[in-house]
């Protein structure tokens, strides 16, 4: 009997090629969709928990809210570690990560630019699980200048020579005025190589981590900064098993009060405590190892982003996002499957009636159309792994992952799959099944098939559905290319064409102006600026009293360290005073502000007042305002314009960012001259360099993926619903072919018998209309709340996405009812 039933079935698909094709192919490439983005999702949720223990491990965050301005810092004091270790027994160990710096590394001719160095604790491998290839990790960072390098590491630098127990040197520069080694030198800036012995060889931080480098050097190397309200380094800490991380969190209270409390009295003049009751905030708080990948944009406001790369994270709002598409795309394809069966099912009531009329019960006949379902899910199925395996690499290169189908790497990847065939199958063939098999065989072998409109209804239910998905899809990629294009096109308030910027300024040290000198002799550059870094989350902060000394009302500020040229370079338009200038030796003591800080200061004439910076050690101190610029954004357009304050740099030293104005034209040429001149100043450091509205398009880069694989999963749910719809085109054209004859016979014309194969479809469409814009609406206004500046939800939006959908389902259509509409009437009233 099973063996007739797979006969049966094979006999079907052959003998409706066209059916069979778009049910099998259309489901394969809803499941391969499906597919591809759960491995996604999957390589997604798995970050950090490669790490034994890991939800025990937490990030110490600094949570600020300064006058109403709020911000979350990853960046701890380097006492905390200790201090947690020795006061809190909940805490079974600690690490800190601090940014070692970029430097040039050598090893005998192999010499490289490197800007992925951490300093770490030797507890480090307590808190992280990493595997040792050599060495200890008891003991491997105990010591000053001791490192641990990665495989990849390793064999850049050593080839295939095991590297522990040799030495890697570290070329650094340091200011002249800050070694007593170095009294007699005439230059400022001394170039000094210092050895690290190699004691531990692991291997290469796993894909799914947060964190990653190639280089670890031992903490115990640098000097401790023991300062409480400086903020450099990362503190992860391992609590016991069963600690309430809230609990904790009452007890990191005491911590602030006991340690930072007196600092905060000595800036503010007023006592921690009442600062919070003004309304402000200083707190720690913890973060689970699980949750950074993940959740820093979204919960704790940081974005871990770093100009090299090292620490990676994303955002759970586009997990939910890519979730829903598959779950979406994967019941467009089933509903197509559902659909075309039971059409197709029509046409087989006589049959059913002679299999019962000669003895067949309703549960074999159910039976046998679930199998037959079962047999195409698993043709489908087969499909769907041989397309994946095509298009795997093609999207692994556009979300920048190393995915991989691998059906044997866990016991339960072939049996969950053998599910989905099953559920799929049961799913599609169940409703046919159940119906035909329920008919009685007189009603049925008397007419050759069923009459009613239950089944309709379903699949126009089903149609419907299929149309709304697809339409919410087409709307949000709509929106979200439109708020690309909003982000690219919107005046920033600087001029941001033409401008190259170098990231790395800082390894010029004092020959940044010879450097600059050297720029301006080209015609092509019209003017050049040394800044601190912009254009990424995580600029520096301080707090500011405006027009007093003490307080308990300081207004939460971000800084950066400009030059005289800043505001020529940048092109950013002045509102009222004077910038920098060489004329006023006071200017070292004087600042501007922009409209945000103005507004936020409530005064509209700050010319001329003056404003405090507390926060760090040393750093109190009263300066004049001179200015006020307009308002640009220097951060992401995901937030509002903050506060801003601009400080002439002090010192002869480079800060990290310089910025180039130059000639509109083929810039190449200029390039070059820039990249020479860097090579005659930078001594050998590699220049990490480009254009500003590249630095701008990277703050922007999960949005840029996120669009043009919302794109392509969106034609292709259209292209599974077309499918759907031009089966079941061909179905009705079918079902009404001696009806259209009969028409065509009594005069009918040929736009009136599209008009009448199309009109169903057409309200179809219509209805999926009004069920897919509010809730497209609803998707799309959440996820513009992650933008400070964005697009308005313009209906324009939604009545394109239907115009377009109803143009396809009409192209589609019409393939099978020009056909039908053009048949000669004696062949359609021949039909049967």
């Keep these: 009997m099973l063996k007739n039933y797979f006969k049966i079935a094979f006999r079907n698909l052959i003998r409706k090629k066209v059916f069979s094709f778009i049910n099998i192919f259309g489901l394969a490439i809803g499941m391969a969709c499906t597919i591809l983005?759960?491995?996604?999702?999957?390589?997604?949720?798995?970050?950090?928990?490669?790490?034994?223990?890991?939800?025990?491990?937490?990030?110490?965050?600094?949570?600020?809210?300064?006058?109403?301005?709020?911000?979350?810092?990853?960046?701890?004091?380097?006492?905390?570690?200790?201090?947690?270790?020795?006061?809190?027994?909940?805490?079974?160990?600690?690490?800190?990560?601090?940014?070692?710096?970029?430097?040039?590394?050598?090893?005998?001719?192999?010499?490289?630019?490197?800007?992925?160095?951490?300093?770490?604790?030797?507890?480090?491998?307590?808190?992280?699980?990493?595997?040792?290839?050599?060495?200890?990790?008891?003991?491997?960072?105990?010591?000053?200048?001791?490192?641990?390098?990665?495989?990849?590491?390793?064999?850049?630098?050593?080839g295939n020579e095991n590297p522990v127990g040799k030495t890697l040197i570290v070329e650094k520069s340091f200011k002249a005025d800050y070694l007593n080694d170095y009294p007699n030198q005439d230059k400022k800036y001394i170039d000094r190589s210092e050895s690290f012995l190699i004691t531990g060889l692991i291997k290469d931080f796993p894909k799914n981590s947060s964190f990653r480098c190639n280089f670890l050097s031992s903490i115990s190397t640098n000097n401790i900064n023991k300062y409480w309200l400086d903020l450099w380094y990362s503190t992860y800490i391992v609590l016991k098993k069963g600690t309430d991380p809230k609990k904790y969190e009452k007890k990191l209270e005491k911590i602030v009060y006991t340690y930072v409390g007196p600092l905060a009295k000595s800036i503010l003049g007023v006592p921690l405590e009442d600062f919070i009751k003004a309304g402000n905030q200083y707190r720690y708080q913890l973060q689970p190892l699980s949750s950074i990948?993940?959740?820093?944009?979204?919960?704790?406001?940081?974005?871990?982003?770093?100009?090299?790369?090292?620490?990676?994270?994303?955002?759970?709002?586009?997990?939910?996002?890519?979730?829903?598409?598959?779950?979406?795309?994967?019941?467009?394809?089933?509903?197509?499957?559902?659909?075309?069966?039971?059409?197709?099912?029509?046409?087989?009531?006589?049959?059913?009636?002679?299999?019962?009329?000669?003895?067949?019960?309703?549960?074999?006949?159910?039976?046998?159309?679930?199998?037959?379902?079962?047999?195409?899910?698993?043709?489908?199925?087969?499909?769907?792994?041989?397309?994946?395996?095509?298009?795997?690499?093609?999207?692994?290169?556009?979300?920048?992952?190393?995915?991989?189908?691998?059906?044997?790497?866990?016991?339960?990847?072939?049996?969950?799959?053998?599910?989905f065939i099953l559920f799929v199958g049961v799913l599609a063939g169940s409703y046919p099944a159940f119906y035909l098999s329920s008919f009685r065989p007189i009603h049925v072998l008397k007419s050759g098939s069923i009459k009613g409109s239950r089944k309709s209804n379903i699949r126009s239910a089903l149609v419907i559905m299929q149309f709304a998905i697809s339409i919410t899809l087409l709307i949000g990629t709509i929106i979200i290319k439109n708020q690309l294009d909003y982000i690219q096109n919107k005046n920033l308030g600087f001029n941001k064409e033409h401008l190259y910027s170098i990231m790395n300024a800082g390894a010029l040290g004092a020959r940044v102006y010879p450097f600059k000198q050297e720029l301006l002799k080209n015609s092509n550059i019209l003017a050049v600026t040394n800044s601190s870094q912009m254009f990424r989350t995580g600029i520096p902060g301080n707090g500011y009293l405006y027009n007093k000394k003490y307080g308990a009302d300081p207004t939460a500020c971000q800084f950066v360290n400009v030059d005289y040229d800043f505001l020529n370079t940048y092109q950013i338009k002045l509102k009222e005073g004077r910038f920098f200038s060489k004329k006023f030796s006071t200017d070292s003591s004087a600042?501007?502000?922009?409209?945000?800080?103005?507004?936020?200061?409530?005064?509209?004439?700050?010319?001329?007042?003056?404003?405090?910076?507390?926060?760090?050690?040393?750093?109190?101190?009263?300066?004049?305002?001179?200015?006020?610029?307009?308002?640009?954004?220097?951060?992401?357009?995901?937030y509002n314009i903050i506060p801003l304050i601009l400080h002439l740099q002090t010192t002869t030293e480079a800060d990290n960012y310089i910025t180039i104005r130059i000639a509109a034209g083929k810039p190449q040429k200029t390039i070059k001259y820039i990249k020479d001149g860097w090579n005659k100043f930078a001594n050998g450091n590699y220049m990490y360099s480009r254009f500003v509205d590249e630095n701008l398009a990277r703050l922007y880069e999960s949005e840029q993926k996120t669009s043009l694989i919302t794109t392509i999963f969106a034609l292709l749910a259209i292209f599974i619903a077309s499918l759907g719809v031009f089966g079941l085109s061909a179905y009705v054209a079918e079902q009404r072919t001696k009806e259209i004859g009969i028409r065509k016979a009594l005069g009918a014309s040929i736009p009136e018998i599209i008009l009448l194969?199309?009109?169903?479809?057409?309200?179809?469409?219509?209805?999926?209309?009004?069920i897919a814009w509010p809730v497209a609406y609803y998707i799309m206004n959440n996820w513009l709340k992650n933008f400070a500046y964005k697009v308005n939800l313009n209906w324009s939006v939604f009545i394109l996405a239907g115009v377009i959908a109803f143009i396809i389902a009409l192209a589609t259509i019409s393939i099978q009812t020009v056909k039908a509409a053009k048949a000669n009437p004696v062949d359609s009233l021949k039909y049967e």
């Design 757 to 770: 194969l199309t009109r169903e479809f057409a309200i179809w469409v219509l209805m999926a209309n009004l």
């Design 293 to 419: 990948y993940l959740y820093s944009q979204r919960d704790y406001g940081i974005d871990l982003n770093t100009e090299w790369g090292d620490i990676k994270n994303s955002n759970i709002t586009y997990i939910y996002i890519f979730s829903a598409i598959a779950i979406f795309i994967l019941i467009i394809a089933v509903i197509n499957f559902m659909n075309l069966v039971t059409a197709r099912s029509e046409k087989r009531s006589k049959e059913v009636g002679i299999r019962k009329t000669l003895g067949s019960n309703k549960i074999k006949l159910i039976w046998q159309f679930i199998g037959e379902a079962i047999v195409m899910s698993f043709l489908s199925v087969l499909v769907a792994l041989a397309l994946l395996e095509i298009i795997l690499p093609l999207f692994n290169s556009l979300v920048g992952k190393e995915l991989s189908l691998n059906l044997f790497n866990n016991f339960y990847n072939i049996p969950v799959l053998i599910g």
């Design 37 to 158: 983005i759960l491995l996604w999702v999957q390589n997604e949720l798995s970050y950090d928990k490669f790490n034994k223990n890991f939800d025990q491990i937490y990030r110490i965050v600094v949570n600020q809210n300064i006058n109403g301005i709020e911000n979350t810092n990853s960046k701890t004091p380097g006492l905390l570690g200790p201090t947690l270790l020795n006061q809190l027994p909940e805490t079974v160990s600690y690490t800190r990560i601090g940014y070692f710096g970029q430097y040039r590394l050598r090893y005998k001719d192999n010499v490289f630019n490197e800007g992925n160095i951490y300093a770490v604790d030797s507890s480090f491998f307590n808190v992280f699980t990493l595997s040792f290839i050599d060495g200890n990790p008891k003991t491997a960072l105990t010591r000053p200048n001791t490192m641990v390098v990665t495989e990849t590491a390793a064999k850049k630098y050593f």
């Design 591 to 638: 600042v501007l502000i922009n409209e945000a800080a103005e507004r936020i200061f409530g005064d509209k004439d700050p010319v001329g007042k003056e404003i405090t910076r507390v926060g760090q050690k040393d750093w109190k101190k009263t300066f004049k305002i001179i200015g006020v610029i307009k308002d640009f954004n220097y951060e992401s357009l995901h």
